[in-house]
């Protein structure tokens, strides 16, 4: 099932079920996607595609494609690198990424496979994390790179600019979705930037999510940004980062696209 976030013709934001991004309505779903939910077969008018989910907490890993580990000439690390992004950084699919008028030069794009999960969990095995999660979304780790790497020693801040989230444009439920070994891209304005395959995770899904869960309560609703494949902007030769006017789309196989344009603040 793809399960999508909107906002109806009343300003009520609803959960449904859609076939395909160009359907104007959703079937709607009754009860709480995150415990008991069922399909009602009655449709429902889109008036705005929402992120699929509002998540109480942004958890991100660093380095988790061998493939851009060996481009960048950096060591395979023994455990993930978890970072956080803020919250009110998320945005939806149409949404704009602004580029901060504090740091608008080096924002680049980050096309990742994001979990959500479903239900609170703690300690959980490899082998049980289908119980816990409710499925998995488009997302870009959008961040400004000179605050990265040269004015910050923290991440916080080059992550969690306003907007610099964006999540969708819907959630495909396990049942439908094998994160194992699926093409990632991310297209910018027309130009194919990261195109990889999920196989190359250093820390597949399924230990990802158990090694999480042993560090943090895992609520529901938290999104967890999986890595990046390689060919952001700042790695290539010349740069290229994000500009006014530009369109990033993040597309995963078996999900669909993520489509935001690019304005200045
Ligand atoms: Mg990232």
Same mark, same amino acid.
């Given at each position: 099932?793809?399960? &999508?976030?909107?906002?109806?013709?009343?300003?009520?934001?609803?959960?449904? *079920? &859609?076939? *395909?991004?160009a359907e104007a309505e959703a079937e709607l779903i009754a009860g709480d996607i995150f415990s008991d939910f069922?399909?009602?077969? #009655?449709?429902?008018?889109?008036?705005?595609?929402l992120a699929p989910v509002d998540p109480p907490n942004v958890i991100a890993i660093g380095?988790?494609?061998?493939?851009?580990?060996?481009?960048?000439?950096?060591?395979?690390?023994?455990h993930p690198v978890v970072f956080m992004k803020l919250t009110t950084a998320v945005i939806g699919d149409g949404d704009s990424i602004v580029l901060p008028k504090e740091a608008p030069d080096e924002v680049d794009y980050e096309a990742e496979l994001v979990v959500v999960i479903g239900k609170r969990c703690k300690h959980i095995?490899?082998?049980?994390?289908?119980?816990?999660?409710?499925?998995?979304?488009?997302?870009?780790?959008? *961040?400004?790179?000179?605050?990265?790497?040269?004015?910050?020693?923290?991440?916080?801040?080059? #992550? *969690?600019f306003d907007t610099f989230c964006p999540l969708g444009p819907w959630i495909v439920t396990p049942e439908e979705f094998d994160p194992a070994d699926v093409r990632i891209k991310s297209i910018l304005s027309g130009e194919v930037m990261q195109d990889s395959r999920t196989s190359h995770f250093i820390f597949p899904i399924p230990e990802l999510i158990s090694y999480l869960s042993r560090q943090f309560t895992l609520l529901p609703r938290t999104a967890i940004m999986t890595g990046t494949p390689p060919g952001v902007g700042f790695a290539r030769?010349?740069?290229?980062?994000?500009?006014?006017?530009?369109?990033?789309?993040?597309?995963?196989?078996?999900?669909?696209?993520l489509k935001n344009p690019v304005v200045k603040e």
């Open positions: 099932m793809r399960i &999508v976030r909107f906002k109806d013709v009343d300003g009520n934001v609803r959960f449904g *079920s &859609v076939e *395909s991004k069922e399909l009602t077969g #009655k449709k429902v008018a889109i008036k705005k595609l380095l988790n494609y061998r493939d851009h580990a060996k481009e960048s000439k950096m060591k395979i690390p023994d095995s490899p082998d049980q994390i289908n119980d816990y999660i409710l499925g998995y979304t488009c997302g870009n780790d959008v *961040s400004a790179r000179d605050c990265q790497l040269r004015f910050d020693s923290q991440w916080a801040r080059a #992550k *969690s030769k010349p740069p290229r980062f994000l500009r006014e006017g530009d369109e990033v789309i993040i597309e995963i196989e078996g999900i669909g696209q």
